[in-house]
């Protein structure tokens, strides 16, 4: 072995290494130089090179140590070449080095600097160690193993010097620190991290000794109006609280330096510019710059103050108007009950105890129970389905003195149906208020508004097919007329006037749902109704059962959109034909009086029941099996949209008529 680093006594020793090209012989004397008072000796070595071999003396006690250190250790000649290395070393660089030349092969060894780029060889320690005659000391070194493994090695060297002062070969220390660089680098990214989150948050955050700012990120800074942290320097925290406030903060803090937390805390701080900002404190004490200090985190509640400031102005209105209307309810019992039975709602009152103290008309039309069978008795008990609900909003408006309001989805006893109610409750000075309103119609138009603006995107899509059918229809049918009479003839020809009559029903569904959604613009113009009419009569499929009478003038002409017209007057012919199944006469008649025209359409067909009439022109109301409920809805609005109005009469069993209106001008 070549290199022992403490020895007990004066020895030389001789030894010999063999390799490929070449044999040397290194001789080590060492002399004890100095004794520590740690006990520890300071050893000189020498060391000779020769090209003659003196012999060989075996040193396994010397390798067994090298080899049981935990760093590499070689020895290279003035050229880069190794002339030893350790088992360490061996394991550090994934192959045995010895013989290899470091200044012919440097690049073969991959050495790169921390950033990956290559590290210079002019820069290795090994030969600036040979270049100035000084150890080199710590040198971080990453290098690329052949099997692809990337380590960080700092790198240590010194100079070896014969008998006459002369470099003669170099001693290099390698240490594995790769687990530290990946520490440090972890570490690294950690506080980055939380540099990060620090410098971003919208929370002020400090660090203060004593009073003194040690640290402010930027959102402190906005806060307590500073551009800079030197605004801060001359500073103390206390500066920046109210006066009134300041002994409570101190107290707190002091806790804090006992290691206590700071619990959250509303307080209020004075900016540079004397501007007061509301700001919830919380923190503890920290290790910072090797002292212990305080950290305190602010939270600017400015919009949350005033949210809060504006709901209690707000409740405060609030219950001003409910106990005045509470005030007038019981200083005049009368008026009470006039006002509310006045009311379209339902408008049920209850005391405390639930006991219902008031029913107004239009709840005993909702709920089809007469005040004086409801009166006196448990809200629960009448209307049972009210406690198949949450009942929070009932003992939030007692408990709180807070309205409530939520939606209720039941059988309605009016009309027998699933509808929509919205239930409203308010405290008063008895017990509560509540009013029910029947929102099923308002629910069922913004679901048709819905299904119109989707018809309205699809309609398009859905007609260009239909009237590729009709094509198609129209070109079969003319096929076959040129065929011989048969039953598969007669039966195809059925077939296909049944499909044509299904692609006009599915035509009509889509143009009522258009109709129904979109923003009706009519378009003036001259239009003479009796032409008019005669189309739409000549264009509908009415039965031969059916007698057609038209009595309207020849030049009977009126200012209106002919389009939303012809729709109008269409419905309502469908309708009049739809509603004489066994036949029946259908009239179409129109006048005019000084300032409009009157159209009038009637049948003596089925009629129409008593409880329809009321919903007649409601979307989805309708009395037949196969249909959509709207042809009447749809009417109604375009006989609006043209500033005129439509009625009807109806007995059950009778007919019907219906009764339009269009101004003149």
Wanted: aromatic share 8%; hydrophobic share 40%.
């Amino acid at each position: 072995m070549y290199y022992y680093s403490i020895f007990k006594s004066f020895t030389e020793y001789t030894i010999s290494q063999s390799t490929v090209q070449h044999k040397y012989t290194l001789s080590y004397t060492s002399t004890i130089f100095k004794r520590l008072p740690e006990n520890k000796i300071i050893v000189v070595f020498r060391m000779d090179f020769s090209s003659t071999l003196l012999g060989t003396i075996p040193f396994k006690s010397l390798e067994t140590i090298l080899d049981s250190i935990p760093s590499g250790v070689a020895i290279t000649d003035t050229k880069g070449r190794f002339l030893y290395i350790n088992s360490r070393g061996i394991e550090l660089f994934g192959f045995n080095t010895l013989g290899f030349n470091l200044e012919e092969e440097f690049t073969k060894i991959k050495a790169l600097k921390r950033d990956g780029s290559p590290f210079p060889e002019r820069e290795m320690p090994i030969f600036n160690s040979v270049r100035s005659g000084e150890p080199v000391r710590n040198v971080e070194v990453m290098i690329k193993r052949a099997d692809g493994k990337r380590l960080h090695i700092l790198v240590s060297s010194a100079p070896l010097y014969d008998a006459n002062s002369i470099i003669i070969a170099t001693i290099v220390i390698f240490n594995d620190i790769t687990k530290q660089i990946q520490t440090e680098m972890e570490l690294k990214e950690s506080e980055d991290r939380y540099r990060t989150v620090v410098e971003t948050t919208v929370n002020a955050i400090v660090v203060h000794l004593n009073g003194r700012f040690l640290f402010a990120n930027p959102a402190a800074l906005r806060l307590f109006g500073a551009e800079t942290s030197q605004d801060l320097e001359n500073r103390k925290i206390w500066d920046f609280i109210v006066p009134s406030l300041r002994k409570s903060i101190e107290d707190r803090i002091s806790e804090s330096t006992e290691g206590k937390r700071i619990l959250p805390n509303q307080e209020e701080i004075i900016r540079l510019d004397g501007r007061r900002v509301p700001v919830e404190a919380v923190g503890g004490p920290i290790r910072y710059a090797g002292k212990n200090a305080i950290l305190v985190i602010f939270r600017d509640i400015t919009r949350q103050v005033g949210l809060a400031e504006k709901l209690t102005e707000y409740t405060s209105r609030l219950e001003q108007l409910v106990e005045a209307r509470t005030r007038q309810i019981i200083e005049n019992e009368k008026q009470y009950h006039e006002i509310y039975d006045s009311f379209g709602e339902a408008l049920i009152a209850t005391d405390w105890e639930f006991n219902v103290i008031h029913w107004n008309k239009a709840a005993e039309r909702v709920t089809t129970l007469k005040a004086a069978d409801a009166l006196g008795k448990k809200l629960y008990t009448v209307l049972p389905e009210m406690t198949t609900i949450d009942v929070t909003p009932y003992f939030e408006a007692l408990q709180q003195k807070k309205p409530a309001r939520f939606m209720m989805n039941v059988v309605s006893h009016e009309t027998k149906k699933l509808s929509i109610f919205e239930i409203s409750t308010y405290p008063s000075s008895k017990g509560i208020i509540i009013i029910i309103e029947d929102k099923t119609e308002e629910e069922q138009n913004k679901r048709l508004s819905a299904i119109g603006a989707t018809a309205g995107m699809v309609g398009h899509d859905i007609r260009n097919p239909l009237q590729a059918i009709e094509g198609d229809l129209y070109l079969l049918k003319e096929y076959l007329v040129s065929m011989p009479k048969s039953q598969t003839k007669i039966e195809v020809t059925e077939s296909i006037d049944e499909i044509n009559k299904n692609v006009s029903y599915i035509n009509k569904i889509v143009a009522d749902l258009q109709d129904y959604a979109r923003q009706l613009n009519p378009e003036y113009s001259a239009v003479n109704f009796c032409s008019l009419a005669q189309d739409l009569i000549d264009h509908t499929d009415i039965p031969s059962n059916i007698e057609v009478s038209l009595k309207v003038d020849a030049d009977f002409t009126l200012k209106t959109d002919p389009t939303l017209v012809r729709r109008a007057v269409t419905n309502l012919i469908i309708n009049a034909v739809q509603a004489m199944p066994t036949g029946g006469k259908l009239q179409i008649e129109a006048q005019k009086t000084d300032s409009e025209a009157q159209i009038t359409i009637s049948d003596n067909g089925t009629g129409i029941p008593d409880e329809v009439k009321p919903k007649l022109f409601t979307p989805m109301t309708t009395t037949k099996a196969k249909g959509q409920g709207l042809g009447l809805a749809v009417v109604k609005r375009i006989i609006e949209a043209l500033k005129g109005s439509i009625s009807f009469e109806s007995e059950l069993g009778e007919g019907t008529e219906f009764i339009i209106r269009l101004p003149l001008d």
